[in-house]
DNA sequence: AACCAGGTGAGGA
DNA sequence: TCCTCACATGGT
């Protein structure tokens, strides 16, 4: 179906939320971009403040792009919540039209299992691959698409089909997390009832000594718990956003833990959950309930700016 | 050719 | 609890 989005005049940019690095699997087409969701193919094209949409299915009409794309918040009110200093106003000025995205979770969680220690094309080819070879078809303008695999689908790879796929030793703890979920032992729809610290508890709890879901460390919870669970205070932090707040929050997470994030950089040290929980605490209380949006502008302006 | 990438688990002090 | 190290793979 065909629809089209009237933007008003909120900030809103479709390449630089597509090309951010929250979600791995659309591409530009002549203009378009084209996106595989829950059970459908749609393209976009945004000219001003609209965005044409054309769908393979009516599934994905109004209501659904405007869910994804979260046009159903204040968000005038977020950045004037967020703009605590000269550094992320900048931020939010070079990226302009930034948005987060509220992408489905079993696809977020697989995805940034994947994505540990990696780079984004190498994640986007990864889950490429696995899409090609587990996910069902659709057929959209005379094209096949692949869609994401389902948790039955995934669980029912073999470990070495998975390594096939480029995801090296990634590939053992995608086919433990695809059989916690599709076997029930994790309930994903708990993370979008419950708030921050229960959806964390939820994904990274240690059952019997044995996590159900391996490979989900706290930065990839906060990457789920941000972009597909509407927990706007999670603040994931990667080695951009390590680097960003090294330079610029020094006097905000306090001497000790910035201490800490440089022997991350420079000694290739990792941060014990502890100091991490104490480091997203700090900037959680510095940006305030809508950290995770600050945390995304930061991830963008470290990649910009402060690569070697 | 080392080094890095949206880190994490296992094992030991 | 924290720290150290291995870990697959592909790009620079």
Request: hydrophobic share 40%; proline share 2%; net charge neutral.
């Amino acid at each position: 179906m065909e629809f089209t989005l009237n933007l008003h005049d909120t900030p809103f940019d479709v390449s630089i939320i597509l090309e951010s690095g929250q979600v791995f699997r659309w591409e530009n087409k002549d203009g378009w971009w084209y996106g595989m969701i829950d059970s459908g193919v749609v393209k976009v094209r945004q000219d001003g403040s609209s965005l044409r949409c054309i769908s393979s299915t009516d599934e994905i009409n109004q209501e659904y792009i405007r869910t994804y794309f979260r046009l159903d918040e204040d968000f005038e009110g977020v950045l004037s919540a967020i703009m605590k200093d000269n550094v992320i106003n900048e931020a939010i000025q070079r990226f302009y039209g930034l948005r987060l995205i509220r992408q489905p979770t079993w696809e977020c969680l697989v995805s940034f299992v994947i994505a540990t220690n990696s780079n984004i094309p190498r994640i986007r080819r990864m889950i490429s691959n696995i899409c090609r070879r587990y996910g069902s078809t659709v057929l959209f303008e005379g094209l096949e698409y692949n869609l994401f695999p389902t948790p039955q689908a995934l669980s029912g790879a073999t470990v070495k089909d998975l390594e096939e796929c480029g995801l090296g030793y990634r590939a053992k703890y995608v086919r433990r997390v695809a059989e916690a979920v599709n076997n029930g032992k994790v309930d994903l729809s708990e993370l979008l009832i419950g708030n921050y610290e229960q959806g964390r508890e939820t994904l990274i709890r240690k059952v019997l000594g044995k996590k159900d879901l391996l490979g989900i460390g706290p930065k990839a919870a906060d990457c789920v718990l941000l972009f597909s669970c509407d927990k706007d205070e999670a603040f994931p932090i990667d080695v951009w956003i390590t680097r960003a707040v090294e330079k610029y929050y020094k006097t905000v997470v306090g001497r000790e833990l910035a201490r800490k994030l440089k022997l991350r950089l420079s000694g290739r040290q990792n941060l014990a959950l502890g100091t991490y929980d104490a480091l997203s605490s700090r900037l959680r209380s510095y940006f305030g309930t809508y950290a995770g949006y600050a945390q995304q502008y930061l991830f963008l302006l470290a990649r910009a700016t402060l690569a070697d």
